[in-house]
């Protein structure tokens, strides 16, 4: 992930679902959860609230802090030890699509690749939907992968809800309104009630 409320918006149903029938999760955030404009916010601590609600455990939450939205000031490699040091062995990434319109999303896209490459690794990637950047990128989202998470929809956005400063009154896509009907919008494309789509990067 690049910011905290990625993992919320992006794959926030997934992650409830895994941890519910007994996987394993850890979180990766490339920034610092700071945001500098237009307001100077600090999201850490929400960030730990909202992955508590999904499920997962305080120690499997990891931040490289770079800066927020400065993400082409830094050096790829300096940070590829700290991310293959947590994703050993880790047989799915989910990161943010390279398409969208956030520099540090496209970092996190380009540290992943770089991470789990297949020589050395077995990992599955996806990429996921993150409103408010993903949609607003030239290039629309394809989606080749889709999760209902009917049974987690609620979760997330009880997730959503931690992220006090993010969350923006219907028609922002950071609603909790608009995250309902996104992933209703997913779940008819494919017969469920909700989902979230993905698109496959690499798969085993
Ligand atoms: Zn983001």
């Known amino acids: 992930m690049a910011h905290p409320d990625d993992e919320v918006l992006g794959c926030g149903g997934w992650i409830a679902q895994l941890l519910q029938s007994g996987n394993d999760v850890s979180v990766i955030f490339t920034t610092d959860g700071v945001r500098h404009s237009p307001i100077s916010t600090d999201s850490k601590g929400d960030a730990y609230e909202a992955l508590q609600v999904l499920g997962v455990k305080k120690d499997h939450i990891n931040f490289l802090n770079i800066k927020t939205q400065r993400s082409d000031e830094y050096v790829l490699r300096d ?3 700290q991310v293959e040091k947590v994703g050993k062995d880790i047989d799915l990434v989910i990161v943010p699509s390279k398409h969208d319109l956030n520099i540090d999303h496209v970092f996190a896209y380009n540290l992943a690749l770089i991470c789990f490459r297949p ?3 077995r990992s599955r990637i996806v990429t996921m939907e993150i409103m408010s950047s993903t949609e607003w990128s030239d290039r629309p989202f394809h989606s080749n992968y889709y ?3 009917s049974k987690t929809i609620d979760l997330k956005i009880e997730a959503l809800g931690k992220y006090v400063k993010q969350v923006l009154p219907f028609p922002h896509p ?6 309902r009907i996104k992933a209703q919008q997913r779940g008819l494309e494919v017969g469920y009630l909700y989902a ?9």
């Open 79 to 81: 940070y590829t030890e």
């Open 147 to 149: 999760i209902d998470i």
């Open 196 to 204: 979230e789509a993905y698109h496959i990067i690499r798969w085993f």
């Open 119 to 121: 020589v050395k690794y």
């Open 174 to 179: 950071r609603s909790p309104e608009a995250i």
